[in-house]
Structure formats: C-alpha cells, structure tokens
C-alpha cells in the first residue's frame, strides 16, 4: 500500500535540536523529501534523499534513512523561531513518479 | 531565476462553476504535478504530466482534468465544484537537465467554493 506516517505535533525549546519522524510503506520508493510549509505558504523543498543512501548532511539539516524499516528522520540542529512550520515528509513512487505525503507535523518553538 | 508560477493565486468560485488554474514550470523543466491540499491535510496527487503525456492520475473524479502545453505549462480544470473541492491546489515543476529528482512547489491556488 501508499502510506507516509508522521506525528502530528512536535514542541522544542530554541536552540535544542528537533527530530521529525515519518514511516513509509513502499518498497519502490526512489526519493525521499522534506518540506516545510509556513502558515499561507507553498511547499518549500528543504532536502531530499535517494533511497540507496542512508544520511544527508546539509548545514543544520541531516536526513537518516532505513531502509530495512522504511524509517525517515529529519533533524534540525539548533532550532530557531524561524523553523516554526508544518514539516511534509514524502515519497516518490517510481512506478509513477506519484509522490505520496504525510498528514505534516507541526514544530513548535518554545522560548 | 524565476520559480513555479501559479496563477490566479485566490479565487471565489459557487457549486456548479468550472474553474482553470495556470501553472508555469521553472525554466528547463518538463514535469508538472498537481496536488488538492484541504486544510490541515497532506497535498494529494491529482496528476502528473511530462513531455505533455500524462503520467499518472490520482484518485480523483473525472471532474478534474489537465493538460501541458509545448512551452511546459500547464492548466487544471475542475468542472461542477463541489464545496469540498475547496482547497489550496499546487503545483510541482520536476525533469529539470540534472534530473536530480528536486521537485519544486509554486505558491498554490487558493480556492473558495461558496
């Protein structure tokens, strides 16, 4: 089946590090996303992964992935008030370039 | 460089009215998706066209059709709104030269169905 889980809401003081979990169901997937949107907004690409990679580093960003548990997490290092957004985990089907999206979690920053 | 541009960006449409929205893909890319987004939900896939050849289709009626153009934009027809079709709807512009497999969002059309 196509699913992408995520939890709904995640609350992190300024300056700790946040970590967004998500779960995905199909093997076949080629790419996976994060992308963050602010109240209003579209959808801003922060990073990707191809699925035979298991990390990526991108400044404050680092993307792990599992495949074996089809496990996706996006840290944020030293999280600021500006990272306050629904965070969109995804994945691309490569049967039909469909990308499959989770419901978002919510970051909220604590002063 | 310009962006994924969506056009209009906000509209008030009534049941029954049929609705085109516009998408322009980035320069060089030759992929366009389409997504409904409704309010505190994920985007969900409504179509994808590349080299203007649908790729895929979505779970959606067959009151939502599209089409791309040789420049690779791109339109969305909604005929018959229904309240619920009421949603912010994106665009995503893909198949750039590299082909990282990046796929970039406009904006979105936000749509009010009255």
């Known amino acids: 089946g196509e699913d992408v889980e995520q939890s709904l809401f995640l609350s992190v003081r300024e300056g700790d590090s946040s970590v967004i979990n998500c779960t995905y169901t199909d093997s076949s997937s080629t790419y996976l996303y994060w992308y963050k949107q602010e109240p209003g907004a579209g959808l801003q690409l922060l990073t990707y992964?191809?699925?035979?990679?298991d990390m990526k580093q991108d400044q404050r960003l680092t993307v792990l992935l599992n495949k074996k548990d089809k496990h996706l997490s996006l840290r944020i290092a030293d999280t600021q008030t500006g990272d306050s957004a629904i965070y969109f985990c995804a994945e691309i089907l490569n049967r039909d370039d469909k990308i499959i999206f989770g419901k978002g979690t919510r970051l909220h920053i604590l002063p | 460089d310009a962006g994924v541009t969506q056009s209009p960006t906000h509209l008030i449409k009534t049941r029954g009215q049929q609705v085109t929205l516009r998408c322009s893909p980035i320069?060089?890319?030759?992929?366009v998706s389409w997504y409904q987004q409704v309010l505190g939900q994920g985007p969900q896939f409504i179509f994808q066209y590349y080299e203007k050849e649908e790729r895929g289709r979505g779970n959606f009626p067959d009151r939502f059709s599209a089409r791309q153009f040789p420049n690779y934009s791109s339109e969305l027809n909604v005929n018959a709104l229904l309240l619920g079709d009421s949603a912010l709807y994106l665009c995503a512009s893909g198949g750039g030269p590299s082909n990282t497999g990046e796929l970039f969002f406009g904006e979105g059309s936000r749509l009010t169905v009255l």
């Open positions: 992964i191809f699925s035979n990679m």
């Open positions: 320069s060089g890319h030759k992929s």
